[in-house]
């Protein structure tokens, strides 16, 4: 039997559900009816088939990437490369850094190809790919952590801000971290670059050889993880406000430096509370009103 | 339906999806759609079908979100949906998730399932323990923050209260997150130590003994002294001239209780220390502590004043035991009439244990406690007080994860749930900090068209069945689904 994606429109009936195996899709885009229709249907035929596209390669996929030379065919796997080589040459990092983005930025590739839209977003698990023409926006809600429920803030993104993808990594989510951080959002050019950079700085937000720091080698809990023997974080226990800090500006350092080469437009990195901003305008200045301040407490008692 | 084939040792491998992740017991897929629950594969997404027969012979109804659906689970009455995963917004201007109906006996019933932002809300822990906690009132801390208070005692258990919007927002960042954390944890029955001004440091945990100390309790105790007293005087009544049950509240003495006065038992000249109650009954023999029976002493006897020579004679028996039957302890006067410890006679030995073995096993349990007062209800109908009024006349069931719930009477919609009954990971926070906890609300479509339901926004239960975020109950032991 041909195993076929989940293809459904969300009870809205205005969102578009797209899911196989670990690959779960959240769609939308804004334009005329017969364009949305259209986008819609070529996602839906895009993503079929995508999944064994990229296990096909798997196994390459998961190797640490060479900075150098790309022996991979797929486009999509291609582009998780790109995304991860300008890290490769200092650090270990395998292409499936970038897998969620890339494919992301793969199927909003394929609406566009199609239709013509406003406004469009693919969301794959928290790391976007976005569209935006004209006076169009988007309001971006941070999460404090990515296992739970909850934003922290919002950022607009507009049609003339350069960020077109969205990643957010951390120790919570569905991938292991090799650091500390709650969670890290990155504003990039695209969704494989801010997919790639995310992991970059959530790594780095750390503290290395705490001893409140539970780490455990990574195949010791997923046996084929990417990340092979490395030690994964798995709980935070007791650190303290200026170990918070220092972690926290060690994550900043790293973004700064991903900044300044043109590889990210901002960075939100949140650990235990306290949240750090780099570049990108707008990061940090618009708190969701209604989980904000002392008017959202009020509002919050139901 | 996907098979998993065993890899060597106790990894399965998924063949749900071309990745074919490697599992270990525990873990989920890459997906996190599909775990190994004990060497099998299980589905574990986000929306939850609560199959009620689970709780009866752990039979699970297999995840079939495919082609092949026979519409079975529809007809299947002990199907519920419950709100975990269900998601929410707040404020809950929107309707509610998922607003289900099924036909059920041919009566038109509706969930309306939502997850509720909790941030009046709270858990009342009712720890079995004799052992001294600490003073009524005095705060209560999670890794320092202050996060509840210690309330009042019930018979062989110390309650505590915890959370409530005055800790959750009213006092430091630090204090609402840790206080948030602690709930939830409470709540999804992890275990959570625990601090308490002036007393004891007790790792709770729902559905397990309190550890107080560093020291796991097992038992509760019997009842008081008098009551143990009561309940065993018949049993000790021609083997042992005098007994004492030594207990941090009321201390029983056998020859001045009633229960000894009914079977003619002599005086013994015994000379308590404490305070008498009635006759047989002492209070505050000593200080509250760890020791015998929730008292602070480690000698018995230190609780005895000299024995009076009128009635008291050499080689007169005693027993001291506390209520639990942990410690006891025999003893004979000697010529000065004076307590000598002996080896405790075998019936008396039989006595102890037959104490010990009354005693039931000592728990924590966690209520969650919290008040669907405002908006929530809104989710549910553009009239929210006509909710409330249907939950007060029992036309509307209320569950939370599908376990029962007592609603308290009085205002708004509070209502209590013990967290053990409860499907596991069903509580959530947002950053307020407030909890997120499933709520259900069920009652007849009819009933729900006349408070003013959401009627447009009614799915019928069939519907749910292409919803890719649904999930059998995985079977826990010891909870009930």
């Known amino acids: 039997m041909t195993r076929l994606p989940q293809i459904g429109l969300l009870p809205d009936g205005k969102r578009l559900h797209l899911q196989d195996g670990p690959i779960d899709l959240v769609i939308e885009a804004n334009g005329a009816e017969g364009d949305v229709r259209a986008a819609y249907q070529a996602a839906a035929r895009r993503f079929t088939g995508l999944l064994d596209e990229l296990c096909r390669e798997l196994v390459e996929l998961r190797r640490p990437a060479e900075l150098a030379r790309c022996t991979l065919k797929g486009v999509v796997a291609r582009r998780m490369h790109a995304a991860v080589a300008p890290f490769a040459a200092e650090q270990f990092i395998t292409p499936m850094a970038a897998v969620a983005g890339s494919v992301a930025e793969e199927i909003l590739g394929a609406m566009l190809d199609a239709a013509r839209l406003q406004r469009a977003y693919v969301n794959n698990g928290g790391d976007i790919a976005l569209h935006l023409t004209g006076g169009a926006q988007f309001a971006i809600g941070l999460m404090d952590r990515p296992d739970r429920h909850g934003l922290m803030r919002t950022i607009d993104i507009e049609a003339d801000d350069p960020a077109r993808g969205i990643a957010t990594s951390g120790r919570h989510g569905r991938s292991f971290s090799l650091g500390i951080a709650d969670a890290v959002t990155v504003l990039a050019r695209t969704a494989s670059q801010a997919d790639a950079a995310a992991t970059i700085i959530a790594n780095a937000v750390d503290l290395p050889g705490h001893p409140a720091i539970a780490r455990c080698p990574a195949h010791d809990l997923q046996p084929d993880s990417d990340l092979g023997a490395r030690l994964v974080t798995r709980d935070v226990g007791a650190i303290g406000a200026s170990e918070v800090d220092e972690a926290l500006r060690a994550g900043a350092s790293r973004a700064r430096q991903l900044l300044a080469a043109g590889l990210i437009e901002g960075a939100a990195l949140r650990l235990l509370g306290e949240t750090v901003e780099v570049g990108a305008k707008g990061i940090g200045t618009q708190a969701l009103p209604a989980l904000n301040g002392s008017a959202a407490e009020r509002a919050m008692h139901v | ?481």
């Open chain 2, 1 to 481: 339906m996907t098979d998993a084939t065993t890899a060597g040792g106790d990894k399965i491998r998924c063949d749900a999806c071309p990745v074919m992740c490697y599992i270990k017991p525990g873990a989920a897929g890459a997906c996190d759609r599909y775990a190994n629950h004990d060497g099998e594969l299980v589905r574990v997404d986000p929306h939850i079908v609560l199959e009620r027969t689970v709780s009866h012979g752990g039979r699970l109804v297999p995840f079939q979100a495919g082609g092949d659906w026979d519409g079975k689970l529809v007809h299947e009455p002990s199907v519920f949906v419950t709100a975990i995963g269900a998601g929410t917004t707040y404020p809950d201007y929107k309707p509610a998730p998922f607003i289900v109906s099924s036909e059920i006996d041919g009566v038109d019933m509706v969930t309306v399932v939502t997850e509720g932002i909790f941030s009046y809300c709270g858990v009342k822990v009712k720890i079995d323990t004799d052992r001294y906690l600490g003073p009524e009132t005095a705060t209560v801390r999670a890794q320092g923050e202050a996060i509840g208070h210690v309330t009042t005692s019930e018979y062989g258990s110390q309650m505590l209260s915890l959370g409530g919007v005055h800790h959750l927002t009213g006092g430091s960042k630090k204090e609402g997150r840790v206080t948030c954390d602690a709930l939830m944890d409470l709540s999804n029955c992890k275990p959570v130590e625990l601090t308490i001004d002036g007393g004891a440091t007790v790792v709770v945990q729902a559905g397990y003994p309190p550890i107080v100390n560093g020291v796991a309790e097992e038992r509760m105790r019997v009842g008081c002294g008098s009551a143990t007293i009561g309940m065993f005087a018949k049993q000790w009544h021609g083997k042992v001239d005098e007994v004492v049950v030594v207990d941090d509240h009321i201390t029983g003495v056998l020859s001045e209780h009633q229960a000894g006065k009914l079977l003619d038992i002599p005086d013994t000249g015994i000379k308590m220390k404490g305070r008498r109650s009635t006759p047989g009954r002492y209070f505050q023999v000593a200080d509250p502590g760890t020791g015998w029976g929730g008292t602070n002493i480690s000698d018995p006897l230190s609780v005895l004043g000299p024995f009076n020579p009128k009635e008291a004679r050499p080689g007169l028996t005693m027993l001291m035991v506390s209520t639990t039957g942990e410690h006891a302890a025999y003893y004979e006067l000697d010529d000065a009439l004076r307590p000598v410890e002996k080896p405790m006679p075998p019936d008396l030995r039989f006595s102890v244990e037959r104490i010990q073995e009354n005693c039931e096993p000592a728990l924590c349990t966690v209520l969650f406690m919290g008040g669907a007062g405002g908006s929530l209800r809104a989710g549910v109908t553009d009239n929210p007080v006509r909710l409330t009024r249907s939950v007060k006349d029992a036309l509307t069931r209320v569950t939370s994860g599908g376990a029962p719930v007592y609603v308290w009477p009085g205002g708004g919609i509070t209502f209590m749930v013990d967290v053990t009954q409860m499907p596991a990971g069903a509580f959530g926070y947002v950053p307020t900090p407030a909890l997120v906890a499933p709520i259900e609300f069920t009652l007849r479509l009819s009933d729900y068209a006349a408070l003013g339901g959401h009627m447009d926004h009614v799915r019928p239960l069939a519907s749910l069945r292409d919803n890719t975020e649904l999930r059998p109950m995985p079977y826990i032991p010891g909870r009930q689904a």
